[in-house]
C-alpha cells in the first residue's frame, strides 16, 4: 500500500506571486501557467534545464520515436535509467510521459509533450489542493482538477509547437526552447 503527499512549493516571493493566481477563477489559465513556469525556472533555473535536459530523456525521445511496444519502449528505457544508475522524480515523469507517448503512437514529439505536461501538472499539484473551496478560488475538486488539466494541455501545446530534436545536444535546445516559451508566451 502506498501513500501520496504533496509538498507545497517553496515560501519564496516568486512562488507566493504563482500561489496568488493558482486556482483563481478571474486570472486566466494562461497567466497561472506562465507565472508556474516562471517560479520554477526562478526557482530552480539550471537545475529545471539540466533535469528536463538530462540525456536520459533524450534516449527516452528516442525510444517514443521507434518503439514498436509499450513493453519494449519501457523495458529499454529502464535499462538506460539502471544502466546510468540514476534516479529522480523527473525520470518518473519522463517514464509516464514515454508510456502515454507509446501507447497513443505518438512518436518523439508525443513524448517531449507529455513530459512538459507531466511537469505542470506536477507543479500544480504541490499547492492546488489547498486553495479548493478557499474564497476567490477554485470552488471543487472537480474544477482543481479542469484546472491541472488544463495547465498541462497548455505545456503540451507549447511543447507540441517547438521543433524537438532527439540528440542530446538538440533535446537540450529544445527544453530550453519550449522553457522560455512557457514562460512569455501567451497563448490563444
Not at 168 to 180: A, E, F, N
Request: with cysteine; net charge neutral.
Amino acid at each position: 500500500m502506498g501513500t501520496s503527499s504533496n509538498h507545497r512549493s517553496p515560501n519564496t516571493p516568486n512562488w507566493n506571486i504563482t500561489r496568488s493566481v493558482l486556482g483563481n477563477p478571474q486570472v486566466s489559465e494562461d497567466l497561472q501557467s506562465r507565472e508556474i513556469w516562471r517560479a520554477a525556472m526562478a526557482d530552480r533555473g539550471d537545475a529545471l534545464m539540466n533535469d528536463l535536459g538530462m540525456p536520459l530523456l533524450a534516449t527516452a525521445c528516442e525510444i517514443a520515436a521507434h518503439a514498436t511496444s509499450l513493453s519494449e519502449a519501457l523495458g529499454k528505457f529502464e535499462q538506460s535509467v539502471l544502466s546510468t544508475h540514476a534516479a529522480s522524480l523527473t525520470l518518473d515523469l519522463g517514464k509516464r510521459a514515454l508510456a502515454r507517448a507509446v501507447a497513443m503512437k505518438s512518436g518523439a514529439t508525443g513524448f517531449a509533450a507529455e513530459l512538459f505536461a507531466e511537469t505542470a501538472g506536477y507543479y500544480a499539484s504541490r499547492d492546488l489542493p489547498s486553495f479548493v473551496g478557499a474564497p476567490g478560488r477554485v470552488k471543487t475538486t472537480t474544477e482543481a482538477i479542469a484546472l491541472k488539466d488544463n495547465l498541462k494541455n497548455l505545456a503540451r501545446q507549447t511543447a507540441q509547437s517547438v521543433p524537438v530534436r532527439t540528440d542530446p545536444t538538440g533535446w537540450k535546445d529544445y527544453v530550453s526552447s519550449v522553457l522560455t516559451t512557457l514562460q512569455k508566451e501567451e497563448r490563444q
